[in-house]
């Protein structure tokens, strides 16, 4: 069994940062990758960024620039630092884990923009 705990959602002005967390829990896959996806109300969901194990970056273009995925692999954990966010940038965000085939999922945070 694998968990993913998240943290760090909230509410920001445009223009403001936060800074999202995730835990990873259980029986972890020796090559993983984790990486955050985002849904707004009335759109699809987002990939928004990823990370391997080995700390190869993907991001969406729409963030590129903004945003910076790290991990910490002693403490199976991935950040997600958010700058300069928009109102755009409204969404619930989960963390995924990626390995062995499964995908495992946190329980989401919000993240709103408004002011």
């Known amino acids: 069994q694998v968990q993913l705990v998240e943290s760090g959602g909230g509410l920001v002005q445009p223009g403001g940062s936060l800074r999202l967390s995730c835990a990873a829990s259980?029986?972890?896959?020796?090559?993983?990758?984790m990486g955050w996806y985002r849904q707004a109300p009335g759109k699809q969901r987002e990939l928004v960024a990823a990370?391997?194990?080995?700390?190869?970056?993907n991001y969406a273009d729409s963030v590129k620039g903004r945003f910076t995925i790290s991990r910490d692999n002693a403490k199976n954990a991935v950040h997600l630092q958010m700058n300069n966010l928009k109102p755009g940038d409204a969404a619930v965000y989960s963390c995924?884990?990626?390995?062995?085939?499964?995908?495992?999922w946190g329980q989401g945070t919000q993240v709103t923009v408004s002011s």
């Open positions: 259980g029986s972890i896959f020796s090559i993983f990758t």
């Open positions: 990370i391997t194990i080995a700390g190869s970056t």
């Open positions: 995924i884990l990626r390995g062995g085939g499964f995908s495992f």
